[in-house]
C-alpha cells in the first residue's frame, strides 16, 4: 500500500530534550516536506527537499533541522525543543520535483511542556 | 505578506443539498490551486486541482471554479453526504515553485 509513515504519532516531551520525528514513503517520490498544524494558521511548510541531499528552508524553519540521505526518508529533528514547536506535524511526498498532488502521512501530534 | 485566506471557518449543511467553500488568494503569480479535505485524526487528502489556464473542473461530485480576476477559488460539492464532513483547504502555488501555501481551512459539517 502506498503511504507516508511517521513516528511517533504523539509524544510528549519537555524542553531542550532532542528529539527525532521520522517520516518513510514507499512510492519513490523525490519531493518531500514538513508542515506543522496550528489552530486558525493552516498549515505551514519548515522544510522541503526536491531530492536526495537537497533541502530548502520553507514559511518556518526556525528550531527545526532535516536531512535527506535516502530517497525514502526525511526525518524532522528538533535540537531543543521549546513550547512553542507544540504542534500537529505532518509529513507530505509528491512524485516530481514540482507542485502536484500532495501524499500525506497521519502526523504527528508533539507537546512540549 | 501574501496569504492564502477563506471566507467562512464553518459551515454546515443539510445532506442532499450542495456546498460551497470559498477561498481567496492574494498572490497574483499564483497559477496552480489544490483543495484538500481532512478528517479527523488523518492527513489531508487531494480533492482536485486546477491551473490558472482553466476557469473550472470537475470531478466525482466536486467542482473547482477558478476566477482569476478577484483571486477567488470555490470548491463546490454536489448532493453533500455525511462522509463529506471534514476541514477544507485550498492550497497555491506558482508551477515552478515548491511552497504551496495553504489557508486556514474551512469545517463543513453535513447535518442528517
Redesign the interface.
Known amino acids: 500500500e502506498a503511504q507516508v509513515t511517521q513516528n511517533p504519532r504523539y509524544l510528549i516531551t519537555v524542553t531542550g530534550k532532542k528529539l527525532t520525528v521520522t517520516c518513510s514513503q514507499n512510492m519513490n517520490h523525490e519531493y518531500m516536506s514538513w508542515y506543522r498544524q496550528d489552530p486558525g494558521l493552516g498549515l505551514r511548510q519548515i522544510y522541503y527537499s526536491m531530492n536526495v541531499e537537497v533541502t530548502d528552508k520553507g514559511d518556518v524553519p526556525e528550531g527545526y533541522k532535516v536531512s535527506r540521505k535516502e530517497k525514502r526518508n526525511f526525518p524532522l529533528i528538533l535540537e531543543s525543543p521549546s513550547p512553542n514547536q507544540t504542534s500537529l506535524y505532518f509529513c507530505a511526498s509528491s512524485f516530481g520535483a514540482g507542485p502536484g498532488e500532495l501524499f500525506f502521512g497521519e502526523g504527528s501530534r508533539l507537546t512540549v511542556l | 505578506g501574501e496569504s492564502?485566506g477563506l471566507h467562512l471557518p464553518t459551515l454546515s449543511v443539510q445532506e442532499g443539498d450542495n456546498s460551497i467553500i470559498n477561498c481567496a488568494y492574494s498572490n497574483s503569480a499564483s497559477d496552480?490551486f489544490?483543495w484538500?479535505k481532512q478528517e479527523s485524526?488523518?492527513?489531508?487528502?487531494?480533492i482536485i486541482?486546477i491551473r490558472s489556464n482553466m476557469d473550472k473542473r470537475q470531478g466525482q461530485r466536486v467542482t473547482v471554479l477558478l476566477n482569476k480576476t478577484v483571486k477567488h477559488l470555490s470548491l463546490q460539492i454536489a448532493a453533500t453526504q455525511p462522509g463529506d464532513s471534514a476541514v477544507y483547504?485550498c492550497?497555491e502555488?506558482v508551477?515552478?515553485?515548491?511552497?504551496?501555501?495553504?489557508?486556514?481551512?474551512t469545517r463543513l459539517t453535513v447535518k442528517p
Open positions: 492564502v496552480y489544490i484538500y485524526g488523518k492527513g489531508p487528502q487531494f486541482d483547504f492550497a502555488t508551477w515552478a515553485r515548491n511552497d504551496m501555501r495553504f489557508g486556514a481551512g
